[in-house]
């Protein structure tokens, strides 16, 4: 009725979900990754999961336009209550294969039939089963027995799940076991945002040749996304009834005032749109409810560090490079796993990684190098008692004596090469993506010594662009890459690394915090031994625990970023004994504490894990300190980057926010209004991560680079 008036195409906001209009936020463009992903593996379940109007639909018709129908034969159910049999009957009607009268035994043997004749023409079947929330147990457990059929090594029938968020709790029931082992990849569309529903409009009218005629006001998208909550079908709803108020009212501009109008009018006839902030209760916020109990048997406790010692090789001790080299073994290791690490979540992870590979027997002994200095790790004396460390450790000492990249290369280079030439070690496991780490990587493959690569394929995480650039060439190197998430295993895919190369074995924090938690230090005796109120404590907001790095060249920015947080959510802030320094004598810690940062001194490992497990969220550096452990525990993280702009990513735990205060405070915001504290813990971070890697190992050293058990018993008698 209006196009036409205002000089469109075509209707800008319809309701059926059209490909032709597919927006490429955030969400959907990493749930279309996984969807990518699953296609390519071409076997198992993939679920896609969302609210009513999300856009799920449109999302799977357009991974299907993209698909090639000559290979790919495509059929969608939509189930409403189906049976096992009915869900049977519907599946072979929609692939056209006839049915009638047919018994449940014949309708099996049919569709087994016609998929074997598509699999014999080199073609596959995907089916897509929508509103898959209505299923009942048998008709999903019918699913789970068609993903058996085979022929020969390969799968001819694969499924996608698409419904509302009542479809995760149902394959979550514990009888649902079977069939979430065959699901190779979840996504959830969550709302668009205020900057994303902006966009999202005007992209739809962009594609019917919209002149901005009528004209949106600013404030206008901002009351849409209020209305809406950010869901795309309730915005084409509102956003056609607001052009066809200004065609009937002969008006060429949309205010925020004809929004409400609007939007009040329809939410009366209707009754689905809300004013989505009023709706958001409260309560409950300070009592941690909902924060998943986590049972960790405790780990007897460990040696505490051995004296340094000097194997009479090349490297050995040097104070004067702040070379230091520590053993726990009492030998000079053979052909060790020499694991390159950049910071202290690293180390520690590579420490956990070393205890369960002992376990295994065959396998290296686990060697740490690191290119800084041993205080830069701040471990702190009970976490040095009881957490597993390396069986070897080198501190290059780079970070202190190096002045320049240029400078810190070439040392980093240079005492490496010793390293390497002295310990001759069976594979190097590059971890981080420090300029130093790099370096060693390369360093390694121009030696000849293969690479690993450790959480592979991370992107826009907050940190600068030369260390992103680093990350992707270490990636590039390696001859085996490990990645903590499916997303990476396929950012991995798109980038042309083969994926025999490519292996998701989760987070190695899972196994790091196994060893950690049972003696994580309350924050009450943390703040008793630091001589500080522990009122913060009991603020019924609760408190979010401040993990980045104070850099002179950065605390301008940084300090009214945290003060402007701290305003809306109490911060707790460990610094290290110069950072606290530089703040008591510019008086910058006593404005801090006025907005609500309160500053500690640094505290041990086990102090800070101790902190975030009562932590509201996590407000971490572009360093990363302490993110996965936070994603590990379902703590929410905002990561304050390099990038003024913010580079959001598309993961409930984790938020890349750069230097942009307004979405930083939004993050914040967002977190106190939710009634669970609390998230999901990525697939594949349950703790196994050693083990994968350790059964890679087995597979991938050759049989020249095992230690021999009476080798190993030696070392044990050590």
């Not at 993209?66 to 692939?95: F, M, N, W």
């Not at 501190?395 to 810190?408: R, S, T």
């Not at 990587?441 to 000849?448: E, F, I, M, S, V």
């Not at 991995?492 to 994580?520: M, Q, T």
């Amino acid at each position: 009725m209006y196009e036409s008036h205002f000089g469109l195409s075509g209707p800008p906001f319809q309701l059926n979900p059209d490909p032709a209009f597919y927006f490429d936020s955030r969400g959907h463009s990493n749930a279309l990754a996984y969807l990518k992903f699953g296609v390519h593996q071409g076997e198992g379940f993939i679920v896609v999961t969302g609210e009513i109007g999300a856009g799920k639909t449109t999302l799977v018709r357009t991974l299907l336009e993209g698909l090639d129908a000559e290979k790919v034969v495509a059929a969608q159910v939509v189930s409403t209550q189906l049976e096992s049999g009915d869900l049977l009957r519907a599946i072979l009607t929609a692939y056209g294969v006839p049915t009638a009268g047919a018994s449940k035994a014949h309708l099996i043997a049919s569709l087994e039939g016609f998929l074997t004749a598509l699999a014999a023409k080199g073609r596959r079947a995907l089916l897509i089963v929508d509103e898959a929330q209505n299923l009942k147990h048998e008709a999903v457990e019918e699913l789970r027995m068609l993903s058996n059929f085979q022929l020969g090594n390969h799968a001819l029938l694969q499924s996608f799940l698409i419904g509302q968020p009542e479809l995760r709790t149902l394959l979550q029931s514990k009888s649902m076991e079977q069939l979430r082992q065959r699901v190779i990849a979840s996504c959830h569309l969550g709302p668009l945002d205020q900057t994303e529903t902006r966009a999202y409009i005007e992209h739809r009218l962009h594609r019917v040749g919209w002149k901005d005629s009528p004209a949106f006001a600013d404030d206008a998208f901002d009351a849409i996304h209020r209305w809406t909550g950010g869901v795309p079908r309730r915005i084409n709803r509102l956003c056609n009834r607001l052009f066809l108020a200004a065609f009937l009212s002969g008006k060429d501009a949309i205010s925020a005032e004809t929004v409400d109008q609007t939007a009040g009018e329809l939410r009366s006839e209707i009754g689905e749109l809300a004013d989505v902030p009023m709706l958001v209760s409260t309560a409950g916020h300070a009592t941690g409810h909902g924060r998943p109990d986590v049972t960790i048997p405790p780990n007897p406790a460990l040696p505490v560090l051995d004296a340094a010692v000097d194997f009479g090789g090349n490297i050995g001790n040097n104070a004067s490079l702040g070379v230091v080299q520590r053993s726990r073994s009492g030998s000079k290791l053979q052909r060790p796993l020499l694991c390159v690490v950049d910071t202290r979540t690293d180390f520690l992870k590579i420490g956990a990684l070393s205890r369960v590979l002992e376990e295994y027997g065959d396998l290296p002994p686990v060697m740490a190098v690191q290119p800084g200095t041993e205080e830069g790790l701040a471990i702190g004396a009970a976490g040095a008692a009881v957490l597993p460390l390396p069986k070897m450790e080198i501190h290059l000492g780079i970070g202190a004596h190096a002045v320049g990249v240029a400078h810190g290369s070439a040392a980093a280079l240079t005492r490496f090469d010793e390293v390497l030439a002295e310990f001759m070690p069976s594979a190097v496991l590059a971890v981080g993506k420090s300029d130093a780490v790099l370096m060693c990587t390369l360093l390694a493959n121009k030696r000849g010594v293969p690479v690993l690569r450790l959480d592979a394929g991370q992107r826009n995480t907050g940190g600068s662009a030369s260390a992103e650039m680093n990350g992707v060439l270490i990636d590039r190197v390696a001859d085996a890459l490990y990645t903590n998430k499916l997303l990476t295993y396929y950012t991995l895919y798109r980038e042309g690394i083969p994926s025999d190369r490519v292996h998701c074995v989760g987070s190695l924090a899972a196994n790091l915090l196994h060893f950690g938690l049972p003696h994580a230090v309350p924050p009450l005796e943390s703040f008793a031994r630091a001589k500080l109120s522990p009122a913060v404590l009991n603020d019924p907001r609760g408190f979010g625990l401040v993990s980045l790095a104070l850099q002179p060249k950065t605390m301008d920015e940084l300090l009214p970023m945290l003060a402007t947080l701290g305003r809306e959510l109490p911060l707790v802030w460990p610094l290290r004994e110069e950072a606290l320094v530089a703040l008591k004598s510019t008086g910058q810690e006593a404005r801090l504490a006025d907005a609500g940062v309160i500053v500690m001194p640094a505290q041990g490992y086990l102090e800070e894990i101790g902190l975030l497990q009562q932590a509201r969220c996590l407000i971490a550096g572009s360093e990363g300190e302490l993110v996965e452990e936070a994603v590990t525990l379902g703590v929410r993280s905002i990561t304050l980057g390099n990038d003024r702009s913010g580079t959001p990513v598309a993961d409930p735990s984790s938020i890349v926010v750069g230097r942009n205060v307004e979405q930083a405070l939004k993050a914040v915001r967002e977190i106190l209004l939710t009634e669970s504290a609390r998230v999901d813990v990525p697939e594949y971070w349950d703790g196994g991560t050693a083990s994968r890697i350790a059964k890679h190992l087995r597979s991938w050293l050759p049989a020249s680079m095992r230690v021999s058990s009476t080798a190993r018993a030696a070392e044990s008698v050590r």
